[in-house]
């Protein structure tokens, strides 16, 4: 099981950016796929953006392409999630997870996910 710990969240204003991390624990990180998840009050979980094991395969939501980037460095354990021009709609808590399986399917629902970290709110106020 791998670990996972969100950092990097906060109050911005519209238009601002923000950079969130996720760090893992486990010799196993490098081979999972993983995904950025968000949850707004009284919402349903959403997947934002995905990253292939090797960092070479990423997609992301319609709501989100163009704005962000996720990447990530497996020598450190760290998927990232770059945000630029954020908007109040982006107000979530944010959530890193992995696949459950290590394969080569692409992580868009969170019921595919294994491991979740514990969040980190982002608030954009207009």
């Known amino acids: 099981q791998v670990q996972l710990v969100e950092s990097g969240g906060g109050l911005v204003q519209a238009g601002g950016s923000l950079r969130l991390s996720c760090a893992a624990s486990g010799r196993t990180f490098s081979s999972y796929t993983m995904g950025w998840f968000r949850q707004a009050p009284g919402k349903e979980r959403e997947f934002v953006a995905g990253i292939s094991y090797g960092g070479g395969t990423t997609y992301y939501s319609d709501s989100v392409k163009g704005r962000f980037t996720i990447s990530r460095d497996n020598a450190k354990n760290t998927v990232y999630l770059q945000m630029n021009s954020l908007k109040p709609e982006d107000t979530a808590v944010y959530y890193c997870?992995?696949?459950?399986?290590?394969?080569?399917?692409?992580?868009?629902?969170?019921?595919?996910?294994?491991?979740w970290g514990q969040g980190t709110q982002v608030t954009v106020s207009s």
């Open positions: 997870a992995t696949r459950r399986f290590r394969d080569s399917l692409n992580l868009l629902n969170p019921a595919d996910a294994g491991s």
